[in-house]
């Protein structure tokens, strides 16, 4: 069965203080892997594709990466504004499948 | 100029109403989409129309009946409902080109409430 896994459910980090995200993933026929970032009352927002194991892509201190078997969101010193919900999805077919998601809280 | 929007933004009723929930998206995509978000944020798709027809229906209960006038258009239609209905419900678009599909967008989401 097809099945995404959002590690870890919850991360609390200090300012500045890097780590990753991971999104683990079993599925057949996969099309794409997406990173999605929701904040609280609003609908996710688009961060990033990647399509085949071996690619990354950045966009400020946000850098996925893609092997075979999971995906890694990195965040690198990272702001109390890159606070939410980070959601992985794959797709499969014509259909996005989402994993739970990892809520991230950054402190001041 | 909001890509994706929906309406209403919350909704309370009673069990066994008829509701509807609208949606518009004005970036000219193909492929629309309807998800339900549960209490616990897992996001899961049901419905997705492209160029007004259906094409993924994920085993919702047949109360639940989308409509796309066109293709800026996916309606939902909940009839008779029931406690378990409560939750967030998105509607999302994409372009789609041959066999990639791109990225969806969102919209703010539809907080449903049933009492």
């Known amino acids: 069965e097809d099945q995404v896994t959002q590690s870890p459910e919850a991360l609390r980090l200090q300012e500045g203080e890097s780590s990753s995200l991971n999104c683990s993933y079993t599925?057949?026929?996969?099309?794409?892997l997406f990173w999605y970032r929701q904040d609280p009352g609003k609908g996710p927002e688009f961060l990033f594709t990647?399509?085949?194991a071996g690619e990354e892509k950045e966009k400020e201190r946000l850098k996925a990466t893609l092997t075979k078997k999971e995906s890694f969101l990195h965040i690198t010193a990272p702001k109390p504004e890159d606070s939410a919900t980070y959601l992985c999805?794959?797709?499969?077919?014509?259909?996005?499948?989402f994993g739970q998601g990892t809520r991230l809280t950054i402190n001041p | 100029d909001t890509a994706v929007s929906q309406t209403p933004k919350y909704l309370v009723t009673q069990m066994g109403n008829d509701k509807s929930i609208k949606c518009e998206q004005n970036?000219?995509?193909?492929?629309m989409y309807w998800y339900k978000q549960d209490s616990k944020k897992f996001l899961k798709i049901m419905f997705s129309?492209?160029?007004?027809?259906?094409?993924i229906n994920e085993t919702v209960p047949n109360r639940f009946s989308p409509k796309s006038p066109d293709k800026a258009h996916l309606n939902l239609h909940i009839n008779s409902l029931e406690l378990g209905d409560s939750a967030v419900y998105f509607c999302?678009?994409?372009?789609?080109?041959?066999?990639?599909?791109?990225?969806?967008?969102f919209g703010p989401g539809t907080r449903l409430t049933v009492l």
């Open positions: 999302a678009s994409s372009p789609v080109s041959g066999d990639v599909y791109n990225e969806q967008f």
């Open positions: 599925v057949s026929g996969l099309r794409g």
């Open positions: 990647l399509y085949s």
């Open positions: 999805a794959v797709q499969i077919a014509q259909k996005l499948v």
């Open positions: 970036l000219g995509h193909d492929t």
């Open positions: 129309y492209n160029n007004k027809e259906l094409i």
